[in-house]
């Protein structure tokens, strides 16, 4: 019979347990700040995807506020007892300003647009009229933000613009612009009085004249026109002779000759040249039509027509010579 084994009792070690590894907890605030910065991530993507779908913010304009302050800055202080604002020029010479034309286009899925005329009268009794042109829009920049593209001091005229003598038109899909009727001359019966058709619109961060042709000549001699005729011839003969004049001419010569030549005669006239716009169709302005009708000199005018063609690379409109603007006197400018 074999011998039966004693359990063996285990080894107890007298050495001391190893220290329990604490955990790192910086490892778990890296993980914290990544995931934060997902959940940022994710949010500005939102946003910007959210923005772009919205699109820019669509401008409307507020027509009176807009207008007065645009006014006061170009021009000064509004004028309660004359209505209008109150402008001097850079030879100190007072105008009155006030607005003669305004239209504010609210296109669908578009911010507004705004376009005025102004015109200042002098008051100082002089004869220097002049007008100013302005365009209100959004800067562009997907904002509230608002840009002027004017000119507030274009050029001088002896009769102030009228609401009558401004037509706002409709050039293209995306053009708007002025035709302005501006006056040389005050009286037919003492001398040529003539209107210019000036065409103006905004083009990039200015105003650009498009063309410039005749609109008007009136002249009432008061006396037969064959007469008025002969006596216009008289003056020619004059002024050649005047031109042709001896270097040994004395000086009571050449005085009176340039007092004849000065008071140059008018003759029987009531001309009108009328234009219609092309209907709009594309980015570009389409031509203007041009039709001549009336008297001049006595004899009724030869009935015509031009088709006057725009030039989208210049961007203006090539007007012939004979529609070319002329001052008061019949001569081209």
């Known amino acids: 019979m074999s011998d039966i084994l004693e359990p063996v009792p285990p080894v107890v070690s007298t050495e001391p347990p190893p220290p329990e590894k604490k955990p790192r907890r910086w490892g778990r605030y890296i993980l914290y700040v990544l995931a934060t910065l997902g959940v940022l991530a994710i949010v500005l993507v939102g946003a910007a995807f959210y923005k ?39 030879n100190n010479q007072p105008f009155l300003v006030r607005v003669v034309q305004q239209a504010r286009i609210e296109a669908v899925g578009a911010s507004d647009e705004l376009y005025f005329v102004t015109s200042g009268i002098p008051l100082s009794g002089e004869a220097t009229a002049f007008y100013g042109v302005f365009q209100i829009r959004s800067d562009g920049k997907g904002s509230d933000g608002l ?16 609401p009558e003598n401004v037509h706002f038109e409709a050039l293209s899909e995306t053009l708007w612009g002025w035709v302005i009727k501006v006056q040389s001359g005050l009286e037919p019966k003492h001398e ?19 063309a410039r042709f005749r609109a008007a000549a009136d002249a009432d001699p008061g006396k037969d026109c064959a007469q008025a005729n002969a006596e216009y011839a008289e003056w020619e003969k004059l002024v050649e002779q005047y031109s042709k004049r001896s270097p040994d001419a004395t000086d009571e010569e050449v005085a009176a000759g340039a007092e004849a030549v000065q008071h140059q005669p008018v003759r029987c006239e009531h001309a009108r040249w009328t234009y219609a ?19 001049q000199y006595g004899a009724p005018m030869e009935p015509k027509r031009w088709k006057v063609m725009f030039d989208n690379k210049a961007f203006v409109y090539n007007v012939p010579e004979e529609l070319m603007h ?8």
Do not use: C
């Open 147 to 162: 840009v002027e593209i004017s000119d507030p001091v274009r050029e001088l005229y002896e009769v102030p613009l009228k």
């Open 326 to 333: 002329e001052d008061q006197y019949g001569e081209e400018e």
């Open 52 to 90: 772009a779908n919205q699109g820019p913010v669509l401008v409307k304009i507020d027509e009176a506020a807009s207008i007065d302050e645009s006014m006061t800055r170009n021009y000064g202080k509004y004028s309660a007892e004359r209505k209008g604002w109150m402008y001097v020029d850079q």
């Open 277 to 295: 716009t092309a209907p709009v169709n594309g980015p570009f302005p389409g031509p203007l039509t041009v039709t001549a009708k009336g008297s």
């Open 192 to 210: 040529r009085v003539t209107v210019t058709n000036v065409v103006l619109a905004p083009h990039g961060e200015s105003i650009a004249e498009l």
